[in-house]
C-alpha cells in the first residue's frame, strides 16, 4: 500500500485488526483452496499479509512464506515460526522473477490507487514462477472512497478486474464472491479470483 493515512490508521487500530483477522484466516475455505495450488515446501508470497493469520495457516501446510506489510505495527504481531519471513514493505517492493509459486494478495491490493494497479500485477506476474497463480481478493463497487476510519479504498466489478489480470499476462480460472463486514463495522460485497501465470 502507498497511502500514508492508510497505514497510519492500521498501526493504531493493529490489536482490533489482529482479533478480526486471525478469526477471518481461521474460517476461510479459500486459503484452503489457495494452499492446494502450490507445490509441497513451495515458495510464497502473503502480500499484505496482515497480522500473519493466513501465514500461519500456509506453514503449517508446509509452505515457506515471504510475509510482505506496509504497517510496522500489523508485522510486529505475526507469529515467530520457523517458514515465516515478515517484512516491512509496499507493494513496489515486489521485484525480481520467478520467484513464488504462489502469491496470495487477499484484500491488500484494494488499497493502492487504480492507475498503479497495471503496474503492481505486472511486478507480480514477473515474480510468479510460471504456472503459479495469483490469488486476489478485492471489494466490489465503482470508484474508490474512504471508509470511516480514513482508509483509502479502490473498489472493482469482476470485469474490471479480469481485464487488468488479463492485461498483466494472467488467465483467470476461478472466481468466489460473497460479502462481510470491515474493521470500520460496514459490509461490502468481494470477490477472490484465482488467476495462473
Known amino acids: 500500500m502507498s497511502d500514508e493515512q492508510t497505514i497510519k490508521v492500521y498501526n493504531a487500530q493493529a490489536d482490533a485488526y489482529d482479533t478480526m483477522m486471525r478469526d477471518y484466516a481461521a474460517n476461510d475455505p ?9 507445490p509441497a515446501n513451495g515458495f510464497v508470497l502473503d502480500l499484505g499479509c496482515g497480522p500473519g493469520g ?12 515471504d510475509a510482505l506489510d506496509a504497517s510496522a505495527e500489523i508485522i510486529s504481531r505475526i ?22 509459486d504462489g502469491i496470495w494478495a487477499s484484500f491488500s491490493l484494494l488499497h493502492a490507487p487504480r492507475k498503479d494497479m497495471p503496474r503492481h500485477l505486472a511486478a507480480l ?8 497463480n495469483l490469488f486476489i481478493g ?5 470508484g474508490n472512497e474512504r471508509d ?6 479502490e ?7 479480469e481485464t487488468l489480470l488479463k492485461n498483466a499476462c494472467f488467465t483467470p480460472t476461478q472466481h468466489w464472491t460473497g460479502q ?3 474493521l470500520d463495522e460496514t459490509y461490502h460485497g468481494w470477490i477472490v479470483v484465482c488467476a495462473n501465470a
Open 30 to 38: 479459500l486459503i484452503h483452496e489457495f494452499i492446494a495450488t502450490c
Open 54 to 65: 493466513y501465514a500461519v495457516l500456509m506453514a503449517q501446510a508446509g509452505l515457506k512464506i
Open 79 to 100: 507469529p515467530d515460526l520457523a517458514d515465516i519471513y515478515p517484512r516491512k514493505g509496499r507493494f513496489d517492493d515486489i521485484t525480481g522473477e520467478n520467484i513464488y
Open 125 to 132: 506476474r514477473r515474480a510468479l514462477k510460471p504456472d503459479g
Open 138 to 142: 478485492m471489494k466490489m463497487g465503482v
Open 148 to 153: 470511516d476510519l480514513g482508509r483509502y479504498y
Open 155 to 161: 473498489y472493482y466489478s469482476k470485469p474490471e478486474l
Open 180 to 182: 462481510a463486514k470491515g
